[in-house]
């Protein structure tokens, strides 16, 4: 029984300190994006990667149905408010449908976002877009297998050291 109570008494600290310092930190502030309306229909987004930037900001890349499937981009100050957004390949005709999954900081403090959807009726297109520090559109390119079929989908990306 003494050894009961002595191992009771030394494991008690030690489950304290890690129920004490393994809580997360408190929310500092919560926002809600959402895109423009178009077509009288009601947009709707969803966010699946962000990165801070180097001034505080956050960059947080998603997807609209705002009526079609585009990629969305919101660029926020410190505090989340809204400094501009982005809706990419409007143009469901040549484009099809876009979701943005990943955003990362290229080498010359440009962006590189990755993500899949369709181009002018090819399924299962893998997108990669270069932006600006504004979110304008430097260059895109696009993969596929087509006429095989097979569904390319992206979910993480890495920039290389070559940039």
């Not at 009288?40 to 947080?60: E, F, K, R, S």
């Not at 520090?133 to 696009?142: I, M, S």
């Not at 989908?153 to 050291?161: E, G, L, N, S």
């Amino acid at each position: 029984m003494k050894k009961l109570i002595s191992f009771f008494l030394l494991i008690q600290p030690m489950l304290f300190a890690f129920h004490a310092f393994s809580q997360e930190p408190g929310i500092r502030w919560t926002k809600l994006y959402r895109p423009t309306s178009q077509l009288g229909i009601v947009a709707a987004a969803a966010a699946n990667d962000g990165l801070q930037t180097p001034d505080g900001g956050y960059l947080a890349v998603g997807l609209t149905i705002n009526p079609y499937l585009k990629g969305y981009l919101v660029r926020t100050n410190s505090s989340g408010d809204t400094i501009w957004t982005r809706q990419y390949f409007n143009d469901v005709t040549n484009f099809g449908s876009f979701t943005c999954t990943d955003i990362e900081k290229a080498t010359d403090n440009n962006y590189f976002i990755s993500g899949f959807g369709t181009k002018a009726g090819i399924p299962g297109v893998i997108w990669l877009v270069k932006i600006n520090v504004n979110g304008d559109t430097l260059w895109t390119r696009y993969f596929h297998n087509y006429p095989e079929d097979l569904i390319f989908v992206t979910h993480d990306m890495k920039v290389t050291p070559d940039g």
